[in-house]
C-alpha cells in the first residue's frame, strides 16, 4: 500500500530483529511487542533536528514505502542469522601455511590507537570535523556524505581535550563500521552479497575489505589530528632551530660553490649541494622518532632509521648529524664521513649521512635509499626489533620502478617504513605533470594496499603528526604508510641549476620558473611564517632572534673548520675495496710488471690431479653440496639468516629448498615478490639491519635486473663509508639446461667491472661447500656463480655427461673458518703439466680436464688452474704456472668479446711476457646469446674438440 511506512525493527532485550509498519505517514510513533521475547517497546521513529527522539536502545531501520514486505522480512532474517561477514583479512600466524587461495593480508586490521595523548589545548569540534572532510575529500570522497551523516549522530562535545578525543574517535570508528556492515542488508543491495564481484570474491567480503581499509584511514586521520595538538611549544622552539640551521648550511653551501676553495692543484673547487628552500619543515619529523644520538651506543642499532634524499639535509641535521658533516661531505674533504671506514680517508662521496646516527646515506641513482631502507625495515621485523623507518623520495623518485617494487614489497609484509613522496613541483627539468597521471602521489600507495594521505610541505607540525602516527601504526603491526608531500623546490635543482631555474641577475638567462606557482610557495616559506606562529604563541622574539644569532655563529665556525680541513690524500682511494682486498694502485701494476720472474716449483707432477670424483653411495653432487652447505649456514645463524629470492617458501628452483624445509628451516625461506632488484635491494637493506641475507636470483640473465642495487649499491657501501654487507647472493646459471638466452647467460664480466664484489664460481660439490660457507662468513657481498649444468639433474650427471660428485669433507672448512683462513682468494692447480697452462673456472674446468686427457694420449702434458675465485682473482698461481710452461689458454664458457677471460689473460701476459713461447689465447663461446635448441647450443659453447684445435695450434 503506497504511502504506508515500514521497515525493520530490533528489540533491545533480545536482539531480535523483525519489521514494522505503519499505515499512517503523519505516524512517527513505534508500539510493538517482540515476537521473540514477548517485551513491549515504544519508540520514536524518526529523530528530531537536535538528535534527541528516539530511544538508543531500540534500532529502528525505515525503508521505502512501496518495498515488499517478503523483501523486508528476509532483511530482518538475514539480521538474525548474525553472519559476522569474513574480511579473509586476518592477520598471519608466524608459521602458518599460506593458501594459495588466501587473499591479502590486511596489516592494520581493526586498528586504534592504544592510550589518548595530551592535548596542548582544546580542539574545537567544528576544527575536527573540516580536517576530516578535507581527508575524506582527498581520499575518499564518495563517503563525505555517508560520514557527515554518522557524525551527526554521535554524541560529541564543543572541544575535545586528549582523552575526550581519544574516546569519541573509537566510539565514531565503531559507528562507521557498523554502519558499513549494514549496507548489504538494505533492499537494494541484498543480492550484491552473494555476487561475486569479481571471481572468486563475493560482494560481502569484497565490501568488508573495502570498508576495513577505509577504517584505518579514518582512524589514521583522526590520529593525526590527535598528534598535532599534542605538539609543546619546546618541540616548536627546536624545529624553528632546526630549519634556521638547514637554511644557513644551505646558504654556505651556495656560497663555497660560488667563490671555491683552493684544492691542491692550483684551481678553486666548489663542491656540489642540493638545497632544500622552502622544504625546511621535514625537520620536525625528527621530533616523532627515536634517534640514535640520545640513546647509549649499545642501543643505537634499536634507533630508528631515515634515508632522507638529497634536498632531506634538514632531516639529517635534525636526527643529529652536524653542520661540518653536511660541509665536508658535499666539499669532498678528508674528514668527511664518505671515508671507507678509514679515519682521514674521506671525500669518496658527495653525500650526507652518518649510518652510526641512523641516518642512511643517499645514492644518485635515486631509489636506492628508499628500497635499501625496505630491507632494513625487513631485518626490524624478522628480528623483533622495535625500530621505524622513514624513507623520503621525490616526485622524479615515485616514477621508478624499483621505487614501486620497495612499496609493494613492504604494503606485502607489513613492514614497519613509511615512504615519503615530496612533490617538489620539478624533478631537475621535468615538471611533475609529466611524471605521474594519478591525481595525487598519494594514490600510488592504495595500489599497494598501504594507507596514503597528503599534507602540506610547508607545515613543520604535519610533517610531525604524520610521522608520529606512522611511526605508532607501523609499530603496532600496521605496515608501511605513504605520506605524500605538496610542496615546492625553490632553488635549481642543484647550485649550478639557480641560473637556469629561477634567472640569472643578468636576466640571462631569464629562467623558466611557473612565477604564479612560485609566488605561492614563497608566501609559504616555514621559516618566517613558523617564526610569526611562534611570536604569537608567546614565545619573545628576542628569544628567537637569540637563537638564530648562536645559529649563525655555530655555522660560521664550522665553516672556517671546513677551510682548514686538509684534503684527502690520493693514495688513500685504494683503501677497503672488500675487507680481502685493496685495490692495486698504479705503483703496483707498475712494480709487477718489472719484477724478475723465476720459474716456480711444480705442485703436481704432469698428469697429476689434485681433484677426485667419487661414485660412492656416500659422495655428494654439485647441487646436493649447495643444499647441504645452506642447511649448515641455517644451523650456524639461526634468525639472523634468511634465505630471499623467488619460489622459496614451497621448494625453490630445482628444489634446492628442500632440505632446508626437511631439517626444519622453512621460517628462514622467504618469498619475494617477482622483483630481482627489490631482492638485492631488501637483501642489502637486511644486512645493515642486522641480518646475514642469502639471496637469490633465479637465472643468470635475470641478474640484470639487480645490477642497480648489486653494482650501484651493495658493491659501493663498504668503500662508501665502510658499511658491512654481510650478504650472499646464489645466481644459477650456464649452458647444457637447453634453457635458451635469458636463463643461461654467463654473466661474471658485467660484474667484475665494478670494484665492491667478490665472485666466485665453484667447479666442483667440494668447492661449492666450501665456498658457500666462507662467503657467508665475509662481511661483504658476494656473487656465488653456481652452473646448472653441474647440478647432476640427469641421472646425477652434468649436462655433458660427467659424474662429477665428491665424496664432501666438511669439517676442514669449518677449521679454516674457525682459525680466519679462508680459501676465497686462492686458485689451485688441479692437474700438473709440463705442456701449457688451462686457466678456466665453472663447468669448463670438466672440458679442459676432458681435453688434457686427450691431449696426454699424443704425449702433451696440460696443466690445469681452476680459479675458483674470479675476484679477487689469484694471478700469481696462473703467472707461476705460465713460467713453467711457456704457453696459456684462458677458457670461458662466456661469449669471447668482453669475456672476462681478457682481464685474466692480460694480467698473465703482463708479468710473464718474456717467459711466453706461443701467443695467449682466449677460447670462449661465440659471440651471440645463448641458443635454445640443443645443436645450437652445442656448437655455441666451447667444446673438448675446439680446446684441442687450441692446443695444438699454440704447440706447433
Same mark, same amino acid.
Given at each position: ?9 530490533? !528489540? ?73 561477514? +569474513? ?110 564481484? @569479481? ?29 598535532? !595538538? ?51 619543515? =621535514? =625537520? ?5 622518532? *627515536? ?34 658533516? =653536511? ?7 678528508? +674528514? ?304 639472523? @639468516?634468511?634465505?630471499?629470492? +623467488? ?76 658499511? +658491512? ?81 665428491? *665424496? ?51 704425449? *702433451?702434458?696440460?696443466? *690445469? ?92
Amino acid at each position: 500500500m503506497a504511502g504506508v511506512r515500514r521497515g525493520v525493527w530490533q !528489540c533491545p532485550d533480545c536482539g531480535f530483529h523483525q519489521t514494522w509498519k505503519i499505515k499512517s505517514n503523519n505516524s512517527n510513533k513505534l508500539d510493538r511487542r517482540c515476537s521473540s521475547c514477548g517485551k513491549r517497546v515504544r519508540a520514536t521513529i524518526d529523530r528530531s533536528s537536535s538528535g534527541k527522539g528516539r530511544s538508543r536502545e531500540v534500532v529502528i531501520w525505515e525503508r521505502k514505502p512501496d518495498t515488499n514486505m517478503a523483501i523486508l522480512e528476509n532483511e530482518a532474517k538475514k539480521r538474525n542469522e548474525n553472519k559476522v561477514t +569474513e574480511t579473509s583479512a586476518k592477520q598471519p600466524i608466524n608459521g602458518e601455511p599460506v593458501k594459495q587461495s588466501d587473499l591479502p593480508v590486511i596489516w592494520g586490521l581493526g586498528w586504534a590507537p592504544k592510550s589518548p595523548l595530551e592535548f596542548v589545548r582544546p580542539i574545537k569540534e567544528a576544527s575536527v570535523r573540516k580536517e576530516l572532510i578535507r581527508f575524506l575529500a582527498e581520499r575518499h570522497d564518495g563517503y563525505l556524505n555517508f560520514v557527515l551523516d554518522c557524525w551527526k549522530d554521535c554524541e560529541k562535545k564543543e572541544h575535545f581535550n586528549g582523552k575526550d578525543f581519544h574516546d569519541f574517535s573509537i566510539l565514531f570508528v565503531s559507528e562507521l563500521r557498523a554502519k558499513l556492515s549494514e549496507r548489504l542488508l538494505e533492499p537494494d543491495l541484498l543480492e550484491l552479497g552473494e555476487l561475486e564481484v @569479481i571471481p572468486l570474491r563475493g560482494g560481502s567480503v569484497h565490501l568488508a575489505r573495502r570498508a576495513e581499509r577505509f577504517l584505518i584511514d579514518v582512524s589514521l586521520c583522526l590520529r593525526r589530528i590527535a598528534h598535532s !595538538c599534542s605538539v609543546t611549544i619546546g618541540q616548536r622552539i627546536q624545529w624553528q632551530k632546526w630549519m634556521t640551521r638547514t637554511r644557513l648550511v644551505d646558504e654556505q653551501l651556495k656560497d663555497l660553490f660560488t667563490s671555491g676553495l683552493p684544492a691542491p692543484d692550483g684551481s678553486k673547487f666548489g663542491g656540489k649541494g642540493f638545497r632544500s628552500t622552502w622544504q625546511e619543515g =621535514v =625537520v620536525a619529523c625528527a621530533s616523532a622518532l *627515536i634517534r640514535a644520538v640520545d640513546l647509549p651506543k649499545n642501543e643505537s642499532h634499536n634507533a630508528d632509521v631515515v634515508a632522507p634524499m638529497i634536498r632531506d639535509v634538514g632531516l639529517a641535521l635534525a636526527m643529529g648529524q652536524t653542520a661540518i658533516e =653536511v660541509l665536508s661531505a658535499q666539499m669532498g674533504k678528508s +674528514e668527511s664521513y664518505m671515508d671507507g671506514g678509514h679515519e682521514g680517508c674521506g671525500g669518496r662521496d658527495l653525500h650526507i649521512g652518518n649510518w652510526e646516527k641512523g641516518i642512511l646515506p643517499p645514492t644518485a641513482p635515486l631509489p636506492i635509499a628508499s628500497a635499501t631502507t625496505t630491507g632494513v625495515a625487513l631485518a626490524a621485523k624478522r628480528l623483533g626489533i622495535g625500530r621505524f623507518h622513514l624513507a623520503p623520495v621525490g616526485e622524479g623518485c615515485s616514477s621508478s620502478g624499483e621505487f614501486w617494487e620497495a612499496m609493494n614489497f613492504a604494503g606485502v609484509r607489513g613492514l614497519p617504513i613509511c615512504y615519503m613522496i615530496q612533490n617538489n613541483q620539478i624533478a631537475l627539468d621535468t615538471f611533475a605533470s609529466s611524471q605521474s597521471g594519478a591525481e595525487t602521489f598519494g594514490d600510488k600507495g592504495h595500489g599497494m594496499g598501504i594507507p596514503s594521505w597528503t599534507i602540506d610541505g610547508s607545515d613543520p607540525t604535519s610533517f610531525y603528526s604524520s610521522t608520529a602516527v606512522s611511526r605508532e601504526f607501523a609499530l603496532s603491526g600496521g605496515g608501511a604508510t605513504l605520506i605524500h608531500v605538496e610542496t615546492m623546490r625553490g632553488c635549481g635543482h642543484a647550485h649550478h641549476h639557480d641560473d637556469l631555474y629561477l634567472g640569472a641577475a643578468s636576466g640571462n638567462p631569464p629562467g623558466y620558473v611557473d612565477r604564479d606557482l612560485i609566488s605561492y610557495w614563497s608566501n609559504k616559506d616555514p621559516l618566517p611564517n613558523h617564526m610569526e606562529a611562534l611570536i604569537k604563541m608567546g614565545v619573545s622574539e628576542g628569544e628567537l632572534s637569540e637563537m638564530v644569532e648562536k645559529e649563525q655563529i655555530a655555522i660560521l665556525r664550522s665553516r672556517e673548520q671546513l677551510e682548514n680541513m686538509e684534503w684527502p690524500e690520493g693514495n688513500s682511494v685504494v683503501m677497503g675495496v672488500t675487507s680481502i682486498q685493496d685495490a692495486p694502485s698504479h705503483e703496483n701494476q707498475l712494480s709487477r710488471i718489472n719484477r724478475d720472474l723465476q720459474q716456480a716449483d711444480q705442485p703436481l707432477a704432469p698428469g697429476e690431479l689434485s681433484i677426485e670424483f667419487s661414485d660412492a653411495p656416500n659422495s655428494w653432487s654439485y647441487s646436493r653440496s649447495i643444499q647441504n652447505a645452506m642447511a649448515t649456514l641455517a644451523d650456524q645463524f639461526g634468525d639472523q @639468516i634468511v634465505f630471499m629470492g +623467488e619460489d622459496m617458501e614451497v621448494a625453490g628452483a630445482f628444489g634446492m629448498n628442500l632440505p632446508l624445509k626437511a631439517k626444519g628451516h622453512h621460517k628462514a625461506l622467504l618469498d619475494m615478490p617477482l622483483s630481482e632488484a627489490i631482492i638485492i635491494h631488501s637483501a642489502t637493506g637486511a644486512a645493515l639491519g642486522g641480518m646475514r641475507p642469502l639471496a637469490e636470483i633465479q637465472f643468470g640473465g635475470f641478474a640484470a635486473l639487480a645490477l642497480n642495487p648489486l653494482l650501484n649499491n651493495a658493491a659501493q657501501l663498504r668503500w662508501r663509508w665502510g658499511a +658491512e654487507v654481510p650478504l650472499t647472493v646464489r645466481i644459477p646459471l650456464g649452458a647444457k639446461t637447453r634453457s635458451g638466452p635469458y636463463h643461461a647467460n654467463m654473466i661474471e664480466a658485467w660484474m667484475a667491472n665494478d670494484p665492491g664484489l667478490i665472485l666466485v664460481a665453484p667447479s666442483n660439490p667440494q668447492d661449492a661447500y666450501d665456498l658457500l660457507i666462507e662467503s657467508h662468513q665475509l662481511p661483504d657481498p658476494v656473487v656465488f656463480l653456481e652452473h646448472i649444468g653441474l647440478y647432476g639433474l640427469r641421472g646425477g650427471l652434468t649436462g655433458w655427461g660427467d659424474n662429477i660428485n665428491q *665424496i664432501v669433507d666438511t669439517k676442514t672448512v669449518q677449521k679454516r673458518v674457525s682459525r680466519g683462513q679462508l680459501s676465497i682468494g686462492q686458485s689451485r692447480v688441479l692437474r700438473g703439466g709440463r705442456d701449457i697452462t688451462i686457466v678456466t673456472w665453472g663447468a669448463m674446468v670438466h672440458v679442459a680436464l676432458r681435453a688434457s686427457e686427450e691431449a696426454a694420449k699424443n704425449g *702433451i702434458e696440460v696443466e *690445469i688452474i681452476d680459479l675458483r675465485t674470479l675476484i679477487p682473482f689469484d694471478a700469481d698461481t696462473c703467472i707461476q704456472s705460465v713460467t713453467r710452461t711457456g704457453r696459456v689458454i684462458v677458457l670461458q664458457e662466456a661469449q669471447w668479446t668482453g669475456g672476462f677471460g681478457h682481464t685474466v689473460a692480460s694480467r698473465i701476459v703482463e708479468e710473464s711476457f718474456w717467459k711466453l713461447e706461443s701467443a695467449p689465447v682466449v677460447v670462449g663461446a661465440l659471440d651471440t646469446p645463448v641458443p635454445f635448441s640443443p645443436t645450437l647450443e652445442d656448437h655455441t659453447i666451447p667444446s673438448v674438440e675446439i680446446v684441442m684445435r687450441h692446443i695444438r695450434k699454440s704447440l706447433d
